[in-house]
């Protein structure tokens, strides 16, 4: 655990007294480390060394006798991570080429720039988006050419390895013929600002784009392809993470249309993307490759992770991992507050004093001319305060609680914040500044209140990305200290 700007993460370890804030957040962190992505590739992939020839990932086995190279390419937030885990396991088995996508400027691509760079391999690790903008960028149209490139003129006796991780769809992207990169930002942004869950958005991307919806498949020219998912997509449907590009794609463009006519009922967005969607062809490229997709981590690991250590922590705690998508961000803060409320004022009904969910909520946007700063999580943490308060917990009951919502990969939004904690400080320092809730929360403007009240969570880029993390708990034997 580490500092961070405005609230600091400690090792249970080294204190003497736990708080609420210090337990919530140790919970939190567990299912984070539980799916990390470097690590995730140590415990999954292996080179047999009484038998240097049968590489195993998960229960799949290849043998080196089959295949002269490997070949990695991939994008997301956590795919450096993966490559280097790849890597650390599989260096001296054949040699190795690829090119990745990454956010720029992270420390995991510096680290697997370093590590590849020391084994002497040539895996280029290319960074497509600025940090903090979850879009595409012509950088990662540039990159995208570059992975079809290289999968397009692979060899039937190459092993192709996909790393798949979130924010794979605003990294990998290459526009189909006769759209551009800004009609494509357009849709993104109108769907984006209105609510639009990671469904609707993947599908309609997958039919924008040459890569997307198994783009990458019927490139590929390689004699086996295994895509390693890491899924930031509630019930893991393969062909949605990233926006599916190694996999077949089962919507068409009239599903597209069809969610399109929801965002855009007047047909505003530019033209040239329903020509496109309304003229969609048979994909040219028919598929030669042998597919795999293997699942290696998820948010459903990691919530059970951290329920695990709230067990050990001595919590009598709920799991629950939705497979489905979730409603808005201020609805879901406003279940799990009400959760809390009932574990702590009805202890003969309610014997939880903890519980750990995973999801993604929405967060349809205000104007942009009134819009401030925030993410989900942030917006969702928000509204779980705005109901404790409406429920005039004592000031007992503040002293003995938290709740934590954070963003796995370490953002949230457009923000340098994984998410935020409620608790009796943040409590405080919102009575003592007068802070307007209800005008935070209409604004958009979430990472603003907790700025000034001592509740963001700051914790970097953490190599991984399965959706989101919050933790509720009551510890009994706090109350609150003025």
Known sequence: MTFSDGLFILSRDNLTINTPRTDVLTIWNAGVDSVRARELLHDQVSVDHSNPHDLFIEDHVFSRADFDRVLIVGAGKATAAMAEGLCDKIASWLPINGWINVPQCSKESKNVKSSLGSISQRVIVHEARPNGVNEPRPEGVYGTEQILHLV??????????????????????????GITLDNKLAVIRRMSESGAGIVELNTVRKHLSRVKGGGLLRQCRAGRLVTLVLSDVLGDPIDLIASGPTVED???????????????????????????????????????????????????????????????????HIMHSQTNPEGSAEEVGRHHADML?????????????????????????????????????????????????????????????????????????????????????????????????????????????????????????????????RVGLIDWKHQRHD
């Not at 397009?152 to 013929?177: I, M, Y």
């Open 250 to 316: 089962m919507s068409t463009p009239s599903d597209a249309i069809e969610i399109l006519a929801c965002f855009d009922p007047k047909r505003t967005l530019p033209a040239a993307v329903y020509r496109v969607l309304e003229n969609a062809r048979q994909a040219p490229h028919p598929i030669t490759t042998r597919a795999t997709t293997i699942i290696i981590g998820n948010n459903a690991l990691a919530v059970d992770e951290a329920g695990i250590a709230a067990e050990r922590m001595g919590y009598n």
């Open 152 to 177: 397009g003129n692979a060899k039937p006796r190459d092993l192709c390895v996909a790393l798949l991780s979130g924010g794979g769809s605003a990294l990998l992207t290459a526009p189909c013929h």
């Open 341 to 469: 409320v009932g574990m702590l004022r009805d202890r003969n009904t309610h014997r939880a004093n903890c519980f750990v969910t995973g999801g993604e909520p929405v967060v349809t946007l205000a104007p942009a001319s009134e819009r401030g700063l925030g993410g989900r999580n942030q917006q969702l943490a928000l509204s779980a305060y705005k109901r404790l308060v409406e429920c005039s917990l004592s000031q007992t009951e503040w002293g003995q609680i938290a709740i934590l919502s954070g963003g796995t990969d370490g953002e949230d939004g457009p923000t340098d914040a994984a998410g935020a904690i409620v608790d009796d400080r943040v409590h405080r320092m919102a009575t003592e500044k007068k802070l307007d809730v209800d005008g935070f929360l209409s604004r958009n403007d979430a990472y603003h209140f907790f700025e000034q009240t001592d509740g963001l969570l700051k914790t970097g880029p953490t190599g991984t990305n399965v959706c989101d993390i």
